[in-house]
């Protein structure tokens, strides 16, 4: 299989091969000739498979083969997605598919002033890429024109579900054209992200190309039992110092675990940012373009990064603190390892994080390897269960004794 045997207009093959693609993804050899023939799709693939272009190239293909409606004003297509970043990635990787073909776009994201948002949506739009929360925004005041729309597409829709965004996908979904194409692309096809798609989908095409059991082959994934924070810290100074790591992200689960981290590393010398939802966009903006050019070797940062964030030379992920939720964990290490390259994803483990193991590995289905550095080994077990998989894998909890019922008198 080829791009030329997707049917896609040659100027859009221009813009693949110029971005040095030579084959499509099995998630793009699957999504793209169903989105040529206007069906609606929900489909879920790993992180850095080339999902973005399996619904921005053949949007583009029907937006120049189509005309558009009379109506001026308003976009064609909306494409929301849960954050900034993430937005920011799809307005990159649409820009460069369209590099030779005329294509206006533009994205309403928080975290910016409002005045050049509101500027742009005056305007006729072929791709309009937004956030829930500031697009909301601009519709409660009557600044986005719909009528003209065409395509909906709604990204890593799990991740908006984990943020509380499912009430503002409704309203999104109301207000936009009632006949349009649906595109719905998640991490996993199951649960609330599987009731929201059939309720919002026409006679969708079901396209799944991962399993829980099977993640991320590529990615050698380790963990370290640490006894401390200050032993986790230890055990981080021992890998970044390592020759082989490139450059890597080091997942913290608070925004201030995560300063902390950055001003222990640079004390150390070592040449590290933070990126959290606290920082202004500009300052976010730089640090992702310090990164992208290599003049950061470690970015230290809360799950904001876990998806959407596409840096090419990541060969390591540290979790020195596990995510509350098994699937957040998945992402993470998805920052490396990245188009079937190969990675590294060290977890740190104390006991505050073992409830999170067990869930990682019920959902992984295996369990994790354990690894040992000389001169670092801890001092405390690891606690001991039957197994961490099926009814032998629930969460470690203390047993409970009986409490004796008062007599009735």
Known sequence: ??????????????????????TPTPIQEHAIPIILKGGDVMGSAQTGTGKTAAFVLPILHQLITRKPVKKSVGPRCLVVAPTRELAQQVEKDATAYSKFIKFTQGSVVGGVSYGPQIQLLKRPLDLLIA??????????????????????????????????????????????????????????????????????????????????????????????????????????????????????????????????????????????????????????????????????????????????LDFKNISHVFNFDLPNTAEDYIHRIGRTGRASACGTAISLVCRKDWDYLVSIERLTGGKLKRDLIPGLEPRSKEPKIRSTLGNAGRSWKPRRRGIPRRRMR
């Open 131 to 308: 956030t829930p929360g500031r697009l909301l925004d601009h519709m409660g005041q009557g600044r986005i024109d719909f009528s003209r729309l065409e395509f909906l597409v709604l990204d890593e829709a799990d991740r908006m579900l984990d943020m509380g965004f499912i009430g503002d996908i409704r309203k999104i979904v109301a207000a936009v054209p009632e006949k349009r194409q649906t595109l719905l692309f998640s991490a996993t096809l199951e649960g609330p992200v599987l009731r929201m798609a059939q309720t919002i989908l026409k006679d969708p095409e079901s396209i799944q190309l991962t399993t829980n059991q099977k993640n991320h082959d590529q990615i050698d994934q380790r963990i370290h039992w640490a006894d401390d924070v200050s032993h986790k810290h230890n055990l981080l100074a021992h890998y970044v110092q390592a020759e082989d790591v490139s450059q890597a992200v080091i997942f913290t689960s608070t925004k201030r675990g995560a300063d902390e981290l950055v001003l222990q590393l640079n004390r150390k010398g070592q040449k590290a940012a933070v990126l959290h939802g606290d920082l202004r966009m500009t300052a976010r903006q730089k640090t992702m373009d310090q990164m992208h050019h290599g003049k950061i070797k470690l970015l230290v940062a809360t799950d904001i990064a876990a998806r959407g």
């Open 1 to 22: 299989m080829s791009f030329e045997n997707l049917n896609l207009d040659e100027r859009l093959l221009k813009a693949v091969e110029a971005c040095g693609f030579e």
